[in-house]
């Protein structure tokens, strides 16, 4: 289709992000049971845990067993978030293919999250990606409240830039530009990646909505539009926003997928397994999965074993 891209690959956030916005800590061996379900689905790229203080994010405690227990499959990425120095060099012991950093585009944001100011977060960069590059391992970058604080209202596209050509000089090779609060709109999302690929390449960035205002998939359609390929997903809608009532968490990668595939453009990653891991999750929350695309399919497959009695 005109102006859409040929191919687009999905990271998937959903055991960290989606997992660590839930209210419940799963233990590590259903954790490691959906990272293996969606390496088997096709998807190439896992963030699989994170490297917090478990003090203060209980649900991505045993990240380290979990990536060590994982049976890898060729080709994947299995990638980790990892806040400062030491929870690199835990990373680094589990044996992440990747890891990633975040702050904002909001000064409030970032010190009503992580205490410090957004030139603090890069001091604590620096150390890490040094450490990360003798070690060979690849550093993405995660910029939160592009459009959007809940705290500061709008975000100037200019400061989004900014903060995104930090991170690209300090060695991110790759920048994930997050709707933390699910307000943006095709228009206000679309002029902001516009004018932060004006100083960054635009194969250097990813995007992450939430879905809280059911924009996330028209937003990432404008997103190709513009030239993107790359773009985060939850499985099953996992996770949520603690900063806005209501917020329905991450995209879904099954409605991501469901909508690629409808417009013909490859991902390598096959909707039906996806769905299965989807299921999976939702079944060890104990609630259904936020995926639309998931319910309604999940709902033909019953009709069809019903009329096959």
């Known amino acids: 289709m005109s102006g859409l891209p040929a191919r687009v690959r999905l990271v998937e956030v959903g055991p960290r ?3 660590q916005n839930e209210p419940c800590a799963l233990p590590a061996a259903t954790r490691v049971t959906l990272v293996e379900k969606l390496a088997a689905a096709g998807i190439d790229y896992i963030e699989a845990g994170s490297f917090v203080s478990p003090r203060w994010v209980p649900q991505m405690a045993e990240s380290l067993e979990v990536l060590q227990q994982l049976r890898r499959s060729p080709g994947v990425t299995y990638a980790a978030l990892t806040p400062n120095l030491r929870g690199l060099e835990s990373a680094l012991e589990a044996g992440a293919d990747e890891v990633a950093v975040f702050t904002a585009a909001s000064e409030t944001f970032v010190q009503r999250n992580i205490n410090c ?24 970058g995660y910029v939160s409240t592009v459009v959007a604080c809940p ?16 991170l690209r000089d300090l060695g991110c090779r790759e920048i994930s530009l997050g709707d933390t609060i699910g307000v943006g709109t095709p228009a206000t999302t679309r002029k902001m990646l516009e004018a932060v690929a004006q100083r960054v390449p635009m194969q250097q960035l990813a995007v992450h909505f939430h879905d809280t205002y059911g924009q996330a998939l028209a937003n990432i359609y404008a997103c190709m539009q513009a030239g993107v390929t790359v773009i985060d997903s939850a499985i099953a809608g996992l996770g949520g926003c603690p900063y806005a009532d209501g917020a329905s968490g ?6 991501v997928l469901y909508m690629l595939d409808g417009l013909g453009i490859a991902t390598g990653i096959r909707l039906d397994a996806a769905i299965d891991a989807g299921q999976y999750i939702a079944n060890q929350l104990g609630r259904p999965g936020r995926s639309r695309a998931a319910q309604a399919i999940l709902h033909a497959r019953q009709r069809a074993r019903d009329a096959a009695k």
Do not use: K, M, W
């Open 151 to 166: 705290y500061e209202g709008p975000i100037a596209a200019t400061q989004v830039a900014d903060v995104a050509v930090r």
């Open 250 to 255: 991450n995209v879904a990668t099954e409605d």
């Open 17 to 19: 992000d989606g997992l």
């Open 117 to 140: 100011s957004i030139d603090e977060s890069f001091a604590r960069f620096v150390p890490l990606l040094e450490r990360a590059r003798s070690a060979g391992v690849p550093v993405r």
